[in-house]
């Protein structure tokens, strides 16, 4: 991918989407989401072979949210195996909220629901929820090169006070038999998870890796196998973007990961990762003008994997 055309790209494409700035709202259901400015806006391209760019508020820190369900995800497959993760879990795209009951039948519909992600969750392996906790929050550092990876407290707090719906969604999980373990353990690691502090260089350092098969950009170490990274990336594909996943498949056409606090995490495989974050949100849950940067960046260097 020629990487001048790439970058001018860039800049145009979020200059032409400036009039989105201030549209569509923030998220309030976990009310420290509404503690930002609903302004800003930050992108981070890696390509496989190493090269950045880096456009408005990268260093900003924000809650990683539903994107860490890619993390749970990959660890839930690496601990567990591909065949007991999707005995417990489904692969289909729903087409109900996030968060609704309905997304259970005798399972969760897909792992990136959160009653998928609550189940992946609980399959994360480690002596006690203090070693499972740490060895996800490692895994986001090795996968995102650290760069100041963090936890946020007060984000975690926020839902811890307001996340009876996904309480619900634990107990029901439960009672189906897809675990057996105690509400602390799954649920708080679950909203801990969601409360990841990252920016756009290490969601797009992460997007990178998966872009590159697996392989770590630097090293070639195969950091995530290459059949989880498959598996990944089509669960980012069919419902990456909650129950509008469809939609944005004919629109930009390739995997992503949305999370409400309005980054959108992308795959384009061989080529590169990126990552937007801008929190204004439209009624699914999706970043408004992080859609539409990545929507005019398909468009006009022919990204979609149908192209
Ligand atoms: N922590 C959020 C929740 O459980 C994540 C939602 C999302 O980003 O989709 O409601």
Redesign the pocket.
């Known amino acids: 991918m020629d990487f001048k055309l790439l970058n001018e790209t860039v800049e145009r494409v979020i200059e032409s989407t400036e009039e989105f700035k201030t549209e569509g709202n923030v998220a309030t259901y ?1 009310p420290e989401l509404a503690n930002v400015d609903e302004n800003n806006f930050g992108l981070a391209i890696v390509t496989v072979d190493g090269k950045t760019i880096l456009k408005g508020d990268t260093e900003l820190r924000f809650s990683m ?2 994107i860490s369900k890619v993390i749970s995800l990959i660890m839930a497959l690496e601990d567990n195996g591909t065949d007991y993760v999707f005995e417990r879990i489904g692969c289909e795209c729903s087409p109900y909220a ?2 609704h009951v309905n997304t259970i039948t005798t399972k969760a519909a897909n792992p990136f629901v ?1 009653a998928g992600a609550i189940s992946t969750t609980a399959m994360i392996k480690g002596r006690d929820k203090e070693e499972k906790f740490q060895r996800f929050m490692d895994r986001i550092k090795k996968l995102s090169g650290d760069q100041g990876v963090t936890f946020l407290e007060k984000v975690y707090n926020s ?1 811890m006070e307001t ?1 009876d719906t ?1 309480r619900a969604l634990f107990y029901i999980l439960r009672s189906k038999g897809i675990f057996d373990l105690e509400m602390d353990d799954v649920l708080n690691r679950y ?1 801990a998870g ?1 409360s990841v502090g990252v920016n756009v260089v290490n969601l797009a350092k992460i997007a990178a890796v998966l872009a590159n098969g697996g392989k770590c950009l630097e090293t070639g170490d195969q950091l995530v196998e290459e059949d989880y990274v498959k598996i990944t990336l089509a669960q980012m594909f069919t419902s990456g973007m ?1 129950e509008e996943s469809g939609k944005y498949q004919m629109t930009i056409g390739f995997p992503l990961k949305s ?3 309005g980054g959108i995490m992308g795959v384009v495989p061989g080529k590169f990762g990126i990552c937007t974050y801008s929190p204004r949100l439209d009624a699914t ?1 999706n970043s408004l003008r992080g859609i539409k940067v990545l929507e005019g960046l398909s468009k006009e260097l022919g990204l979609s994997l149908f192209a």
């Open positions: 976990i949210q539903s996030f968060n959160n839902e996340t996904n909203v969601c909650y999370g409400v606090s849950g």
